[in-house]
């Protein structure tokens, strides 16, 4: 069984920064890739970032590249989001996951175990 736990959210000033961490426990971290994905309210959940098993590959959605920056320590068994230049768009409840595959991967059926979230807000 697989689990993860966010931290790190919270109430942050528009042009703020904030850094989510992702613990996971379990079976396999350094094995699996990994993604950052949020939901608005009202919106569709929708992949931020991800991360390839060895943290070589790296993928970003378009609305926060060069503002977001994922990481992961697989000893630490950890991933992180780095985010900085927040926007009020960046509101969200902020999501990591793991996927079954150790290569990068953007679909969101890729990816079978979720944390619980934490809330990102950001006020203008």
């Known amino acids: 069984q697989v689990q993860l736990v966010e931290s790190g959210g919270g109430l942050v000033q528009a042009g703020g920064s904030l850094r989510l961490s992702c613990v996971v426990s379990?079976?396999?971290?350094?094995?699996?890739?990994m993604g950052w994905f949020r939901q608005a309210p009202g919106k569709e959940r929708e992949l931020v970032a991800a991360i390839s098993w060895s943290g070589g590959s790296t993928y970003y959605a378009d609305s926060v590249k060069g503002r977001f920056t994922i990481s992961r320590d697989n000893a630490k068994n950890t991933m992180y989001l780095q985010m900085d230049s927040l926007k009020p768009e960046d509101t969200a409840v902020f999501y990591c996951a793991a996927s079954s595959m150790n290569y990068l991967v953007v679909a969101i059926t890729q990816y079978a175990y979720w944390g619980q979230g934490t809330q990102v807000t950001v006020s203008s």
């Open positions: 379990g079976r396999t971290f350094g094995h699996r890739a």
